[in-house]
């Protein structure tokens, strides 16, 4: 049982091996109700395996040890159909590539309904047609759009389609891993700042996973740093960019291109459609 105090989402001492090979060691993160925290490092340092882990998606090989609480119950010890229950109506996932989360023989709007067939409906919940789905997130045209096929639509429009399956039904928890990885500038830009809306209009917690930690700090509370499989800095996104403590954090911040790296054209352009979706 929780109190108004607790995490919603606690990991505590997190470890997995696949193999003889160490993915995550004693990983500990917490995420408070409504609370948005950024997992930050770069290719290989286990952030995706963690956000599989949570919803219970790891290789068959690797057995995790330590806590994943979620609302004050144990994840690790529940069953595949205990999972099933759990994903989509109490976690909410987007994953990292759009074009290969769906099924090229389906059409977009059956395939971003699927919560709504599995999941009963929350009380007092009306439930959105695909059409609605997409229209929430900023698509044109939503119900041409839900009756075309995958190769149909643009990268940007694929994502913010399985985002908006994942929010359909308004689970306390969204996990986002690399939501904006395939995408252009001006993509990535409208993909965080949906994001950042379906939060403040929900009230829903975010576990946003990336590699980009400017990105991060545009929507992110605080920031969770992640190297070879270890968290080696947290803290508040304003201090931990302002004063980071370990150079693993400093290096990733002096990777982080400006305005000022960009050659004068790109500097010129990015000044004036910076905000654009």
């Not at 693993?248 to 960009?262: G, I, K, S």
């Amino acid at each position: 049982m929780t109190t108004p105090t607790d995490p919603l989402l606690s990991i505590r001492k997190l470890s997995l091996d696949i193999g003889s090979r160490p993915i995550l060691a004693d990983v500990s993160l917490t995420v408070g109700a409504g609370e948005s925290v950024g997992l930050i490092g770069e290719s290989g340092s286990g952030k995706s395996m963690l956000a599989r882990t949570v919803l219970g998606l790891q290789p068959a090989s690797a057995i995790p040890r330590g806590t994943i609480e979620y609302g004050g119950q144990n994840l690790l010890g529940l069953d595949e159909p205990a999972y099933r229950r759990l994903r989509g109506r109490d976690i909410g996932y987007v994953p990292q590539d759009p074009a290969a989360a769906y099924n090229p023989t389906l059409t977009v709007g059956r395939q971003i309904n699927e919560p709504n067939e599995f999941h009963p409906s929350r009380p007092g919940a009306r439930r959105q047609t695909p059409a609605e789905m997409l229209d929430s997130v900023g698509i044109d045209a939503p119900e041409r759009r839900a009756r075309q096929y995958p190769h149909e639509l643009s990268g940007g429009m694929l994502q913010r389609g399985l985002i908006a399956s994942a929010v359909s039904l308004m689970p306390p928890l969204l996990i986002a891993d690399e939501p904006t990885t395939a995408l252009d500038v001006t993509s990535q830009a409208g993909i965080i700042a949906l994001l950042r809306q379906i939060q403040h209009r929900s009230g829903m917690a975010l576990l946003l996973i990336s590699h980009d930690l400017a990105l991060v700090s545009m929507i992110c509370r605080r920031i969770v740093v992640l190297y070879r499989g270890a968290v080696v800095e947290e803290g508040e996104t304003a201090r931990l960019i302002e004063a980071p403590q370990h150079d693993y954090t400093r290096a990733l911040l002096a990777a982080t291109p400006t305005l000022d790296d960009l050659p004068y054209a790109q500097r010129t352009q990015s000044t004036r459609t910076g905000g654009a979706n």
